[in-house]
């Protein structure tokens, strides 16, 4: 019963695209030392690299030059707090995008050759 009550809440919450808050997880690793690499071009935001949470573990993101979603948007770095994680995510006047790594890898490349 308590299996089928759960699939019927996290389905609803996808429904109504709701968003998690954040994991239950040990603290992360310090962050790494790295030196930032020069700016490609004119309307990059460096995101500094962070740890975030994957499968009950930690992994790295290295820190990366990228252009926001759209204009206006500015990046809100994960943290830990109170036993939690929480994931970053931009953040601006059209409201939350989450974020994805494998979008975000894709869009680094990208973004880094033009």
């Known amino acids: ?13 996808t429904l109504m695209n709701a968003q998690v808050i954040g994991i239950r ?3 992360p690793p310090p962050p790494r030392v790295v030196r930032r ?8 935001v460096w995101v500094d690299g962070y740890w975030y949470a994957a499968n009950n573990r930690y992994a790295w993101h290295g820190g ?3 252009r926001a979603p759209y204009e206006g948007a500015s ?5 830990y707090e109170g036993g ?9 006047p059209r ?20």
Do not use: C, Q, S
Request: charged share 20%.
């Open 37 to 44: 690499p020069r700016m490609p071009g004119p309307g990059y």
């Open 84 to 92: 939690m994680f929480y994931a970053g995510y931009w953040n601006g």
């Open 25 to 27: 997880i040990g603290p």
């Open 1 to 13: 019963m308590k299996k089928i009550l759960l699939a019927l809440v996290l389905g609803t919450a």
């Open 64 to 66: 990366y030059w990228t």
């Open 95 to 114: 409201g939350r995008m989450e974020h994805d790594h494998a979008w975000d890898h894709d869009r680094h490349v990208r973004d880094y050759r033009h």
């Open 75 to 79: 990046w809100v770095g994960p943290r």
